[in-house]
């Protein structure tokens, strides 16, 4: 099993910035894809990013594109989401995800390839 926490939530204006951080344990971290969801009542669990097992590939949902920076670093177990020019409409309980057996790829942006979630994090965007 894979143990997930994340951290680094909070409130920010419109165009701030924010660093959320997901540590994990249980399980050789470089064994793991790992992702970024958010989740909000309207629009229900929704992809944010993804990156592979190496940390050399990643995916981002349309609507982050240019905006936020997934990244890990396999020595501190950890995979980070960097979100820069937030909007409004960013606001949502963010959680970190981590699959040991998908294949890196299309899949890797469905929630039903992950078998490990975190706690969540909120993050509120204020116009």
């Known amino acids: 099993q894979v143990q997930l926490v994340e951290s680094g939530g909070g409130l920010v204006q419109t165009g701030g910035s924010l660093r959320l951080s997901c540590a994990a344990s249980g399980r050789t971290f470089s064994s793991l894809v790992m992702g970024w969801f958010r989740q909000t009542p309207g629009k229900g669990r929704e992809f944010v990013a993804s990156?592979?097992?190496?940390?050399?590939?990643?995916d981002y949902q349309d609507s982050v594109k240019g905006r936020f920076i997934i990244s890990r670093d396999n020595a501190k177990n950890t995979v980070s989401l960097q979100m820069n020019s937030l909007k409004p409409e960013d606001t949502a309980v963010y959680y970190c995800?981590?699959?040991?057996?998908?294949?890196?790829?299309?899949?890797?942006?469905?929630?039903?390839?992950?078998?490990?979630w975190g706690q969540g994090t909120q993050v509120t965007v204020s116009s």
């Open positions: 990156i592979n097992r190496s940390g050399t590939a990643t």
């Open positions: 995800a981590a699959s040991l057996t998908v294949a890196y790829g299309s899949r890797a942006a469905r929630p039903q390839s992950y078998g490990n």
